[in-house]
């Protein structure tokens, strides 16, 4: 199973970022999918969270209404498009898959992982 997260970049405050999500070696629609971020020094946070077929999401209290998550099962691909980025954005963005049935924020929950792509957004 490999998870590759892409996207990522330096930003100005105020701007946007579309973050993707490509996963192979799993049956992609069978899994709840999930972005976290982490900065220098801070656990690992919850951004955000879509089910198995894109009809529920949920999102951390840092970036909702600020981005939307989705899916494409039709392409093994998730997005996360982020828009009025902050300085406090700034992390490293990984997505994450969960064979369970319904979305959970816990990191403990998740079985794979990719290997995060670094977003940077200065003030």
């Known amino acids: 199973v490999q998870l590759q997260a892409y996207g990522g970049g330096l930003v100005q405050a105020g701007g946007s970022l579309r973050l993707s999500c490509a996963a192979s070696?799993?049956?992609?629609?069978?899994?709840?999918l999930a972005w976290f971020r982490q900065a220098p020094g801070k656990e690992r946070e919850f951004v955000a969270a879509i089910s198995r077929g894109g009809g529920s999401v949920q999102y951390g209290d840092s970036v909702k209404g600020r981005s939307t998550i989705s899916r494409d099962n039709a392409r093994n691909t998730m997005y996360l498009q982020m828009n009025s980025l902050k300085p406090e954005d700034t992390a490293v963005y990984y997505c994450?898959?969960?064979?369970?049935?319904?979305?959970?924020?816990?990191?403990?929950?998740?079985?794979?992982w990719g290997q995060g792509t670094q977003v940077t957004v200065s003030s």
């Open positions: 994450a898959a969960d064979r369970h049935l319904s979305i959970v924020t816990m990191t403990s929950r998740y079985d794979y």
């Open positions: 070696g799993l049956t992609f629609s069978n899994y709840v």
